[in-house]
């Protein structure tokens, strides 16, 4: 566990260097953050993560193609191709491609470099980075979809159809991000606001019948028909309240951000089903499983509200200082306590 805490204070340490001494070289900062991320998640042995094994036994296999994971399939032969048997380089592609939209997606959203930093912190320390050592698989599908809003705000919607067939051939579940076409198009108002709330909810309470649907068009998801045992962990639902407080707060404070910025309202929008999800959907295991669809924006939406709340205030730098300490405060208390429980399996780190 200290492998990763020492990680963790690496890249403080040199973001912090950034900040003070080259605040202008943010794609200098973009890359090394990039190499460090990348290293360590590539790099890591099969012994890292619970899933891992599963999914080197079947690189090394060489398993054929199918037809509902084939751009993950596709990877693989691609990976094999170059390097037969050394499951290292096929670990090392997924975690660059992954680490690497990642990254894409906030150096175009997130426009100070403060904002940028908290970004990559909380993607740490909320375990959406740690995930992909385990979940590799969902988690590429997840940062796929991640690029979806940002191709229907620049009105390329045929980009965006693409990613979420992209994702869809890597994992099933992704087919829940087809809502992110709905949350981009609709009018962002209170009755939109209202609507988002009921519908996530219908989406819970209708869950066991939707996924039985689903698990009969893709049918290794069986196991998870009429699911109910209660599978939320590492704080999930506490994470799914804070994230309220701060959707609560950004509306009281600043509602007119939600009408005059298209970006911060979709993340908040998206943000606000994760929340639901977390809250509500703690008793389902496929929807543990699709939550981080939507709560991978939750790094992007929490530093823009520390701009949209604090500009309300007269002591805007404290009120922005006390904002910065509480987000990274509870990112680092979940990470403790995800790491501290070895969740996904992802301790102790080795490469070999």
């Known amino acids: 566990m200290n492998f990763y805490w020492i990680q963790l204070f690496v890249f403080i340490i040199y973001s912090f260097f950034f900040y003070i001494i080259k605040p202008n070289l943010s794609k200098t900062y973009f890359w090394l953050v990039g190499i460090q991320l990348v290293s360590i998640m590539g790099l890591r042995s099969f012994r890292v993560g619970t899933d891992t094994l599963t999914n080197i036994n079947g690189y090394l296999a060489n398993e054929p193609v199918e037809s509902d994971t084939f751009v993950y399939d596709l990877l693989r032969k691609i990976s094999w191709f170059f390097a037969p048997n050394d499951y290292h380089v096929f670990l090392f592609l997924l975690s660059t491609?992954?680490?690497?939209?990642?990254?894409?997606?906030?150096?175009?959203?997130?426009?100070?470099?403060?904002?940028?930093?908290?970004?990559?912190?909380?993607?740490?320390?909320?375990?959406?980075?740690?995930?992909?050592?385990?979940?590799?698989?969902?988690?590429?599908?997840?940062?796929?979809?991640?690029?979806?809003?940002?191709?229907?705000?620049?009105?390329?919607?045929?980009k965006a159809g693409l990613f979420f067939l992209l994702a869809l051939g890597i994992h099933n579940t992704s087919i829940i991000a087809i809502l992110d076409f709905l949350v981009v198009r609709i009018r962002k108002s209170k009755h939109a606001l209202v609507t988002t709330i009921s519908a996530s909810i219908l989406l819970i309470y209708m869950s066991n019948y939707l996924f039985s649907i689903f698990s009969n068009i893709f049918d290794h998801y069986k196991?998870?028909?009429?699911?109910?045992?209660?599978?939320?962990?590492?704080?999930?639902?506490?994470?799914?309240?804070?994230?309220?407080?701060?959707?609560?707060?950004?509306?009281?404070?600043?509602?007119?951000?939600?009408?005059?910025?298209?970006?911060?309202?979709?993340?908040?929008?998206?943000?606000?089903?994760?929340?639901?999800?977390?809250?509500?959907?703690?008793?389902?295991?496929?929807?543990?499983r699709m939550v981080d669809y939507y709560s991978?924006?939750?790094?992007?939406?929490?530093?823009?509200?520390?701009?949209?709340i604090s500009e309300k205030f007269t002591y805007r730098m404290l009120i922005k200082l006390v904002l910065i300490i509480i987000i990274m405060l509870a990112g680092f208390s979940l990470l403790y306590y995800k790491l501290s429980h070895n969740m996904g399996g992802i301790v102790p780190y080795s490469t070999l």
């Open 97 to 158: 491609v992954t680490v690497s939209i990642f990254l894409y997606c906030v150096y175009s959203c997130q426009h100070t470099f403060l904002e940028r930093f908290l970004s990559i912190y909380l993607y740490i320390t909320l375990y959406f980075y740690f995930a992909s050592f385990n979940v590799q698989r969902q988690m590429l599908a997840v940062m796929v979809v991640m690029l979806i809003p940002f191709a229907l705000l620049k009105k390329q919607k045929g």
């Open 223 to 288: 196991i998870y028909d009429n699911s109910n045992e209660y599978t939320a962990s590492g704080g999930s639902i506490l994470l799914g309240i804070f994230i309220f407080v701060f959707i609560s707060a950004t509306l009281i404070i600043n509602k007119e951000s939600l009408y005059q910025n298209a970006t911060i309202s979709i993340l908040l929008y998206l943000s606000l089903i994760a929340t639901i999800l977390y809250i509500l959907g703690a008793k389902n295991t496929l929807v543990m």
């Open 296 to 308: 991978i924006f939750v790094p992007l939406f929490l530093p823009k509200t520390i701009n949209v």
